[in-house]
């Protein structure tokens, strides 16, 4: 603890989850979307978010490019900026489940321990862990963003699946294959999560 911490006292807030959960007539919760770029986890967290927000679920969506526009703008790609950037992510989702809200996040979050601690976070059944499932040579071939190509030629140097390693989940909540599953299909697996999450 340094010696501003000590200056630091918790302001504890009258509001809390059980009444954001009677407000809203869900828990909050993370459904964290986990693999690797082109993967498609971007596209399955915004195709999970409309449905959930068509059943009046109150939902946000973290995308990775998204929170290094603002956020996490001043963070890089070496080990020590990704975990800086998954810690500051998951202090955010922490504040949005505070609030009553399904969080949605879609990060290649390359490092078990960073998703771990994030986990840690959160109470039990709050964290909900999605791999992302799709083979290298899928997520290559699709290329969306042409980040692989540039990795190939030695533009990025630390590029995740080639240069710098990608750990996938143990034991996730869910798994999901992109690359052999249709994206309706991979919704409803996800929608099958979030009911269970939901009636606990």
């Known amino acids: 603890m340094t010696p501003a911490d000590r200056n630091l006292v918790w302001h504890h807030r009258r509001i809390g989850r059980a009444d954001y959960r009677r407000r809203n007539g869900h828990p909050g919760a993370v459904l964290w979307f986990t693999g690797l770029s082109g993967s498609g986890k971007s596209t399955l967290a915004n195709a999970v978010e409309e449905a959930l927000f068509a059943q009046g679920v109150y939902t946000y969506l973290l995308d990775g490019d998204n929170v ?109 294959d992109t690359a052999t599953t249709p994206l309706d299909q991979c919704v409803r697996q996800v929608l099958g999560l979030w009911e269970r999450i939901r009636d606990s």
């Open 68 to 176: 290094r526009h603002g956020l996490n703008r001043d963070l890089g790609f070496g080990a020590g900026d990704r975990v800086e950037n998954i810690r500051r992510i998951g202090e955010v989702a922490r504040l949005f489940v505070d609030a009553g809200l399904v969080v949605l996040t879609a990060f290649i979050s390359p490092f078990r321990a960073d998703r771990d601690r994030v986990r840690a976070l959160l109470g039990p059944g709050e964290f909900a862990e999605i791999h992302v499932a799709c083979d290298l040579a899928t997520c290559e071939a699709r290329d969306p963003k042409g980040l692989y190509r540039k990795a190939r030629a030695g533009e990025i140097p630390e590029f995740t699946g080639l240069t710098s390693p990608y750990e996938p989940p143990l034991a996730p909540e869910l798994v999901v």
